[in-house]
């Protein structure tokens, strides 16, 4: 079993930054990607920003220059930079990690998601 826990929403005007952290625990083997996603209603859930095992990056054009995706190998935290947010980043953000419970056993688990608000 494998918990993440999500933390950093809020309500800032466009323009303003915000950090959003995700932390994973249980019982796990290894990591290969931590990411973000979000999901405003109505619409599909989309990739904000993606880390590989291999440190490389991995983010959709609208964030591009503007959100920057961090991981901290040893405490199994993954981060989202959020700077110049605009109201169309509005939306419900979920952390995602992909691993092996062990060598046979593959996983992916999904965070509650935390809300996120750009509005003057």
């Known amino acids: 079993q494998v918990h993440l826990v999500e933390s950093g929403g809020g309500l800032v005007q466009p323009g303003e930054s915000l950090s959003l952290s995700c932390a994973a625990s249980g019982t796990f083997f290894s990591i290969n990607g931590m990411g973000w996603y979000r999901q405003v209603p109505g619409k599909q859930r989309e990739l904000v920003a993606l880390i590989t095992s291999g440190g490389s990056t991995n983010y959709a054009d609208s964030v591009k220059g503007r959100f920057t995706i961090a991981r901290e190998y040893a405490q199994n935290l993954v981060y989202l930079q959020m700077n110049s947010l605009r109201p169309d980043d509005t939306a419900v953000y979920y952390c995602?990690?992909?691993?092996?419970?062990?060598?046979?056993?593959?996983?992916?688990?999904w965070g509650q998601g935390t809300l996120v608000t750009v509005s003057s």
């Open positions: 995602n990690v992909r691993g092996y419970h062990d060598l046979t056993s593959a996983f992916e688990v």
